[in-house]
């Protein structure tokens, strides 16, 4: 006899109905009664047991129909829990892809934005401010059109448009690279399945290394001679004092251009309880704050710049009582090198560069005089004095020696500097001619690493063998053979042997980890 409705709700609390072929049903406390489906499956031991869901949600006839189906899925050998994996797998790509055919280019571009302040290391908003324009001019017509239609025909068409009709090759071509990163993005997400934006790949061969270009030792203290010898007070002038301080520093363009008075301590009131003159600033990429001394070679473009504050109020003055400034702004009395046409600092130093390149045309490493040429070049003269890439990624703010940003206290900022002092002396005294030595290459990253990487597989079975001992006998003789470098090494050697910021980060958390074991022990 087939059960019905009636039947179901005379049932009481925990009794079950048998409707046959596996399918059964159990009243629960609170009326409702649960579906369940139980059937010996070949190749498995146990029954294969199966909860539907819940009467009156789902009906005798919905009941039976899924129990016939996971008959079916059994006599194919096919286990009903992967089938419902599958089918689950199956609903979720078909909304995914419902979504991914509503989603504009505008919003993927949002989406996008969000994630990196969400998941990555947001962009710098000149970053940003450049991709949106860049996507916005040469994708305009696709803002609002479905992401998902633009094809590798679409891209080939739009390089060759702006190519030859708009002569903006390079242009169409960042943008193009932009637009990549967003879509491998979505697509490392499950939202977009493939990218119509790769299509560059194999076409370009590099041929050969790029060259390792930087300033020899005399063209920079030429340069630096140069700089200090530069009486004209203008604008260029304030220029070439950024660029002295940037030689001098091994800091980016940015970082220097954006000194803030506030930051810099040059009296004795200033800087104690430092041994020295120095200042500090925020990292532009880390973002995290760094202490940098001012040694003797730095000291005299500082000072002329704060010679030039007098004659910036004056200015200030004379342009406040004016009833039409003709869009000359104030100097912003904070920054450094604050900007004659806006309230910030300036944004660049072409005049500067523009006239040492006029003077310095022939250089035996480099093109052009630049700020990466100037980075590169007390870069290179850090490693020829014997320092080792970690003291020159502190000395130039790549590599972080920050472990929690957020205790970073004066102290530590003016400790920092201290500590930095001879390294930045001995250098400085380099660049400007003061002590002479023979520059040599930084090797590339992967040769630097390889190296290391060989060193570290000759070790590694060793060191590795030696914790197992420990692990096995943990005593303190045990434990006294094996240092903090070994059990760094044996923990993250195998992992990474390059030199990406994923393993500089790692080899980071790793030493604090290791050393607050150590300090327990």
Same mark, same amino acid.
């Given at each position: 006899m087939?059960?019905?409705?009636s039947?179901?709700?005379?049932l009481k609390y925990q009794e079950e109905h048998?409707?046959?072929r596996?399918l059964?049903?159990?009243?629960?406390?609170?009326?409702?009664c649960?579906w369940?489906?139980?059937q010996?499956m070949r190749g498995y031991?146990?029954p294969?047991?199966m909860?539907?869901g819940?009467w009156p949600d789902?009906? =005798?006839?919905d009941?039976?129909?899924k129990?016939?189906?996971?008959r079916?899925k059994?006599?194919e050998?096919?286990?009903?829990?992967?089938?419902?994996?599958e089918?689950l797998?199956?609903?979720?790509?078909k909304?995914?892809?419902? #979504?991914?055919?509503?989603?504009?280019l505008?919003?993927?571009?949002?989406?996008?934005?969000?994630?990196?302040?969400?998941?990555?290391?947001?962009n710098?908003p000149?970053t940003i401010?450049?991709r949106?324009?860049g996507?916005s001019?040469?994708?305009a017509?696709?803002?609002?059109k479905?992401?998902?239609?633009?094809t590798k025909?679409?891209?080939?068409?739009k390089?060759?448009?702006?190519?030859?009709?708009?002569?903006?090759?390079g242009?169409?071509?960042?943008?193009?690279?932009?637009?990549?990163a #967003?879509w491998?993005?979505?697509?490392n997400?499950?939202?977009?399945e493939k990218?119509?934006?790769?299509?560059k790949?194999g076409?370009?061969t590099r041929?050969g290394?790029?060259? @390792?270009?930087y300033?020899?030792?005399k063209e920079?203290?030429?340069m630096?001679?140069?700089?200090?010898?530069?009486?004209k007070?203008?604008?260029?002038?304030m220029?070439?004092?950024?660029?002295?301080l940037?030689?001098?520093?091994g800091?980016r363009?940015?970082e220097?251009?954006?000194?803030?008075?506030s930051?810099?301590?040059?009296?004795?009131?200033?800087y104690?309880?430092?041994?020295?003159?120095?200042?500090?600033?925020?990292?532009?990429?880390?973002?995290e704050p760094?202490?940098i001394?001012?040694?003797?070679q730095?000291l005299p473009?500082?000072?002329?710049?704060?010679a030039?504050v007098d004659?910036?109020k004056?200015?200030?003055e004379?342009?406040?009582?004016?009833?039409k400034?003709?869009?000359? /702004?104030l100097?912003?009395?904070?920054?450094?090198?604050?900007?004659?046409?806006?309230? @910030?600092?300036?944004?660049?130093?072409?005049?500067?560069?523009s006239?040492?390149?006029e003077?310095f045309?022939?250089?035996?490493k480099?093109?052009k005089?630049?700020a990466?040429?100037?980075?590169?070049?007390f870069a290179?003269?850090a490693y020829?004095?014997?320092?080792?890439?970690e003291?020159i990624g502190?000395f130039t703010g /790549?590599?972080?020696? =920050?472990?929690n940003?957020?205790?970073?206290?004066?102290?530590?900022?003016?400790?920092?500097?201290?500590?930095?002092?001879k390294?930045?002396?001995?250098i400085?005294?380099v660049l400007?001619?003061?002590?002479?030595?023979?520059?040599?290459p930084i090797?590339?990253?992967?040769?630097?690493?390889d190296?290391?990487?060989?060193?570290?597989?000759?070790?590694?079975?060793?060191?590795?063998?030696r914790?197992?001992?420990?692990?096995?006998?943990?005593t303190p003789?045990?434990?006294a053979?094996?240092?903090l470098?070994?059990?760094?090494?044996?923990?993250?050697?195998e992992?990474?042997k390059?030199?990406?910021d994923?393993?500089?980060?790692e080899l980071?958390?790793?030493?604090?980890y290791?050393?607050?074991?150590?300090?327990?022990s």
């Amino acid at each position: 006899m087939v059960a019905t409705v009636s039947d179901i709700k005379k049932l009481k609390y925990q009794e079950e109905h048998n409707f046959g072929r596996g399918l059964r049903i159990k009243a629960n406390k609170d009326g409702s009664c649960s579906w369940f489906f139980r059937q010996k499956m070949r190749g498995y031991k146990s029954p294969v047991y199966m909860k539907l869901g819940n009467w009156p949600d789902i009906s =005798i006839d919905d009941a039976e129909d899924k129990a016939r189906t996971y008959r079916l899925k059994i006599s194919e050998d096919i286990h009903p829990k992967d089938y419902e994996t599958e089918q689950l797998e199956l609903e979720k790509a078909k909304e995914l892809e419902e #979504i991914s055919k509503a989603l504009t280019l505008r919003q993927l571009l949002e989406m996008y934005e969000n994630s990196r302040d969400l998941y990555g290391k947001p962009n710098q908003p000149s970053t940003i401010k450049d991709r949106r324009w860049g996507i916005s001019s040469v994708f305009a017509e696709w803002m609002d059109k479905p992401a998902q239609d633009i094809t590798k025909l679409v891209v080939n068409n739009k390089i060759n448009e702006w190519s030859s009709q708009r002569g903006s090759k390079g242009q169409v071509l960042k943008v193009c690279d932009y637009m990549s990163a #967003i879509w491998n993005f979505f697509i490392n997400s499950d939202v977009l399945e493939k990218n119509p934006f790769d299509i560059k790949k194999g076409r370009y061969t590099r041929v050969g290394k790029p060259q @390792k270009e930087y300033l020899q030792i005399k063209e920079c203290a030429d340069m630096i001679t140069f700089i200090s010898k530069y009486d004209k007070e203008n604008l260029t002038a304030m220029n070439l004092d950024a660029i002295a301080l940037t030689a001098l520093t091994g800091l980016r363009k940015d970082e220097v251009l954006n000194f803030r008075w506030s930051d810099i301590f040059l009296s004795r009131e200033q800087y104690t309880p430092a041994s020295g003159p120095y200042f500090n600033i925020i990292k532009s990429k880390q973002q995290e704050p760094m202490g940098i001394p001012i040694t003797k070679q730095m000291l005299p473009y500082f000072e002329r710049c704060l010679a030039r504050v007098d004659e910036f109020k004056r200015i200030n003055e004379k342009r406040a009582g004016m009833t039409k400034r003709r869009g000359k /702004h104030l100097y912003n009395l904070e920054y450094v090198f604050p900007s004659p046409r806006t309230d @910030k600092a300036i944004t660049n130093s072409k005049s500067g560069y523009s006239i040492l390149n006029e003077t310095f045309t022939e250089l035996e490493k480099a093109k052009k005089i630049g700020a990466q040429i100037l980075r590169k070049t007390f870069a290179t003269s850090a490693y020829s004095l014997g320092y080792t890439m970690e003291q020159i990624g502190l000395f130039t703010g /790549h590599t972080s020696a =920050i472990a929690n940003t957020k205790v970073a206290t004066d102290a530590y900022v003016a400790r920092q500097a201290d500590d930095h002092r001879k390294g930045f002396e001995t250098i400085n005294s380099v660049l400007v001619g003061e002590t002479t030595i023979d520059l040599v290459p930084i090797p590339d990253n992967s040769e630097v690493y390889d190296e290391a990487g060989s060193i570290l597989d000759e070790r590694l079975k060793e060191q590795i063998e030696r914790l197992d001992a420990y692990e096995k006998n943990p005593t303190p003789e045990v434990l006294a053979r094996i240092n903090l470098e070994d059990k760094l090494l044996a923990r993250i050697g195998e992992k990474h042997k390059d030199a990406s910021d994923k393993y500089e980060a790692e080899l980071l958390d790793e030493k604090k980890y290791l050393q607050e074991q150590s300090d327990k022990s």
